[in-house]
């Protein structure tokens, strides 16, 4: 039996979605993050050596990475389903979404997040003025270009296609799906509507709102 190791508010949500668009029976094993640090729990470093969901067992192997489960759980369980087929040019499609996703996209959106953190925390009153500053700054110049940059890509190419890989949804749309809902519920992504419309399409999958039911809190703004 699969053990999907589920933090709550986490890309963890995104295989609990596979799971369900597969539909194959699974255990879910909940951690809380720290409400302060918003770190997972020490606990979930006895499961993976990073203690970062999400992370599934099946028997005995551990498999962390949510693009590397999520092609686990296509070429195992998905008897055709999720994947185009090997070398054809969806396929090619789907091999470059399923890493631009995390290896592309997420690092300026953690980078915006950190900043925006940045500015929150608390300092002694004298530096804030010069932290706000720095953040903001780094933000406009450098941060907000390069998301610019990125959504202006994505938001062409869904203007062609209806999914990021082929003619139905694929591994890749789940992939893409944690970083694109988060801008959309965050505003980041205001002002492109083809994404926007993409996010909502796939929210309104039965398997998509079984996962959400399944795996509770899922806070992404
Ligand atoms: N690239 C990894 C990122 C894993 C990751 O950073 N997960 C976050 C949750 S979205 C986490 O575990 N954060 C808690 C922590 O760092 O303690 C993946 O896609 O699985």
Redesign the pocket.
Known sequence: MIVLHH?NN???QRILWMLEELEIPYDLKRYE?DPKTI??PPSLRKVHPL????VITDGDATL????AIIEYLGQTYGDGRMIPAVGSADYRQYVYWMHYA?GSLMPPLLLRLVFEKIKTNPVPFFVKPIVRKIADETTRQFIGPQIKIHFDYVEAYLEQHEWMAGATITGADIQMSFPLEASVARGVAAGYPNIRQYVERFQARPAYQRALAAGGDYDYA
């Open positions: 933090l986490s890309r963890s993050r770190l997972a203690g970062k969901s999400p962390a990475e949510s693009g995390e």
